[in-house]
């Protein structure tokens, strides 16, 4: 099956700095790819959706000034998390819709854990 | 805007018990429907899914899940769990070209 990576896998940032999330999908170019986020014990949040060549499309609620997307290739797409302060720590999740499959099946990477102290 | 519930959070089975978490949603209309499933330490993974046809679907490792429109419903069921299901399994729908989670069910099978 069709396979997304991300990395890092796991990051440990300073409050106030920022830290870039890459999402790649490995055999398959995705025009569209999502990100989420995972709180414990909760439910994926979808954050963004991120179009190759076009700006992102956020969710209520989600500051686009904080979490900047970039989909430059059809194979990347990376999230910035910028001033990150310790209520960002989370779990991001990339996934990306593979085209040539049906038209809702998304690929999920294997996610991000940010602690931010 | 379409949400997702599952109604068990914590399920606890012992092994070849049968299994059936439930999921509504609460848009009608045309959808599709989706069960994941992430094992311990790993990412999610599809274990089925619902566009068309026959309500009843099968899907990987035995597991099988029945749309009922009338209901809303899209219950996953297995009629033996192994061990090896201890897991944590997601409801999902798509919703406007977007896919719309359940909070999840954590699924824990005593050997």
């Known amino acids: 099956g069709a396979v997304v990576s991300q990395h890092p896998s796991w990051v440990i940032c300073k409050s106030g700095t920022s830290v870039k999330i890459e999402c790649r999908s490995l055999d398959f170019q995705a025009t569209t790819m999502f990100w989420y986020r995972q709180f414990p014990k909760q439910s994926l949040m979808l954050m963004a959706t991120s179009n190759e060549g076009s700006k992102a499309t956020y969710e209520q609620g989600v500051e686009k000034d904080k979490f900047l997307i970039n989909h430059a290739s059809l194979t990347l797409s990376t999230l910035t998390v910028t001033s990150a302060h310790p209520e960002d720590s989370s779990f991001y999740i990339c996934s990306a819709r593979d085209p040539s499959s049906s038209t809702d099946t998304q690929y999920f990477g294997p996610g991000t854990r940010l602690t931010v102290l | 805007a379409q949400s997702v519930s599952q109604h068990n959070h914590h399920v606890i089975l012992s092994e070849a018990a049968s299994l059936e978490l439930g999921c509504n949603y609460s848009y009608g209309g045309t959808v599709n429907l989706f069960w994941y499933v992430q094992y311990p330490g790993q990412h999610l993974q599809l274990l089925l899914k619902y566009f068309s046809g026959d309500p009843l679907v099968k899907g990987i490792k035995g597991f099988e899940a029945e749309f009922i429109k009338s209901k809303f419903s899209f219950n996953l069921r297995k009629p033996s769990v192994q061990w090896s299901d201890t897991a944590e399994y997601f409801c999902?729908?798509?919703?406007?070209?977007?896919?719309?989670f359940g909070k999840g069910t954590r699924l824990h099978i005593l050997p």
């Open positions: 999902a729908v798509t919703w406007d070209d977007k896919i719309i």
